[in-house]
């Protein structure tokens, strides 16, 4: 919608396609009529189900549990960098975030129009491994109390710094998702309505380079915009954006069975 955000803060719940132009009707009964929808809404996407149904992404039968914790009274050894311990089907990585100034700092001198918002250091720690090895598939009703209850279950043997640094993690910090992934990115023919990231290419966490592969889609797309002719602009962009999205793919895959295999 002109490049605007989502002014009612609110999911798509539809598009429809008339002419050049798409209309996103939203769940308040807003209306917009755009040159160009981008449907950057992540790995559930309603407008990817509903444009592109194949392009469901797959349960792989694994999870991620994880989590964020402040760095005050962590062990010092794991403060001096990533520490990655292979348990009895999952693995557990750790590592702490330090930034080198503040967000707000960072924005006003790279991005302006950017706000961003103020973050401390923090250790960031994730569970990933197979659903049988870690309390077996989420419900779509779970909370942080029953992710806790799997990561406590899980986690009885480590050692105590680990331990405790699960335990200090605040409960609203605590997340888990069932890992998914895309099978691959199918063809489709362009027109006015386009993806990037997660709604179209969602990969394992075990790859490591799901996000890094969404900031390469948005910002192929905002430099083939930039040439003022939308229709060639989104065609450059989808070639670029699936050769690229097919290999993340094809090392994700590969080191996702690679992992699986090992624990």
């Given at each position: 919608m002109a490049g605007a955000a989502d002014p009612l803060g609110t999911a798509g719940a539809?598009?429809?396609?008339?002419?050049?132009?798409?209309?996103?009707?939203?769940?308040?009964?807003?209306?917009?009529?755009?040159?160009?929808?981008?449907?950057?809404?992540?790995?559930?996407?309603?407008?990817?189900?509903?444009?592109?149904?194949?392009?469901?992404?797959?349960?792989?039968?694994?999870?991620?549990?994880?989590?964020?914790?402040?760095?005050?009274?962590?062990?010092?050894?794991?403060?001096?960098?990533?520490?990655?311990?292979?348990?009895?089907?999952?693995?557990?990585?750790?590592?702490?975030?330090?930034?080198?100034?503040?967000?707000?700092?960072?924005?006003?001198?790279?991005?302006?129009?950017?706000?961003?918002?103020?973050?401390?250091?923090?250790?960031?720690?994730?569970?990933?491994?197979?659903?049988?090895?870690?309390?077996?598939?989420?419900?779509?009703?779970?909370?942080?109390?029953?992710?806790?209850?799997?990561?406590?279950?899980?986690?009885?043997?480590?050692?105590?710094?680990?331990?405790?640094?699960?335990?200090?993690?605040?409960?609203?910090?605590?997340?888990?998702?069932?890992?998914r992934m895309a099978a691959g990115v199918p063809s489709w023919p362009p027109g006015r309505?386009?993806?990037?990231?997660?709604?179209?290419?969602?990969?394992?966490?075990?790859?490591?380079?799901?996000?890094?592969?969404?900031?390469?889609d948005a910002a192929m797309l905002a430099a083939c915009l930039a040439d003022g002719d939308?229709?060639?602009?989104?065609?450059?962009?989808?070639?670029?954006?699936?050769?690229?999205?097919?290999?993340?793919?094809?090392?994700?895959?590969?080191?996702?069975?690679?992992?699986?295999?090992?624990?």
């Open positions: 539809g598009i429809r396609a008339r002419r050049r132009w798409h209309r996103r009707a939203l769940r308040r009964r807003f209306r917009a009529w755009a040159e160009l929808v981008v449907a950057a809404d992540g790995l559930h996407s309603p407008l990817r189900r509903q444009w592109l149904p194949q392009a469901e992404p797959e349960a792989i039968g694994a999870l991620n549990l994880y989590g964020k914790t402040p760095l005050d009274g962590i062990d010092p050894a794991l403060l001096a960098g990533p520490t990655i311990v292979f348990a009895d089907g999952w693995t557990l990585v750790v590592e702490p975030m330090r930034f080198r100034a503040a967000m707000s700092g960072l924005a006003a001198r790279h991005a302006p129009d950017c706000r961003l918002s103020p973050t401390d250091d923090y250790i960031y720690w994730a569970m990933f491994g197979r659903e049988a090895c870690l309390g077996g598939s989420l419900s779509g009703e779970e909370d942080a109390a029953g992710w806790r209850r799997r990561i406590e279950a899980a986690s009885g043997g480590l050692h105590p710094g680990l331990s405790d640094l699960l335990r200090r993690t605040a409960p609203e910090a605590v997340m888990g998702r069932a890992v309505l386009t993806v990037l990231g997660d709604a179209i290419h969602a990969m394992s966490p075990a790859g490591g380079v799901g996000a890094n592969t969404a900031l390469a939308v229709d060639r602009a989104v065609a450059r962009y989808e070639a670029d954006m699936r050769g690229r999205a097919e290999r993340a793919l094809a090392a994700t895959r590969a080191g996702t069975e690679r992992l699986l295999r090992r624990l």
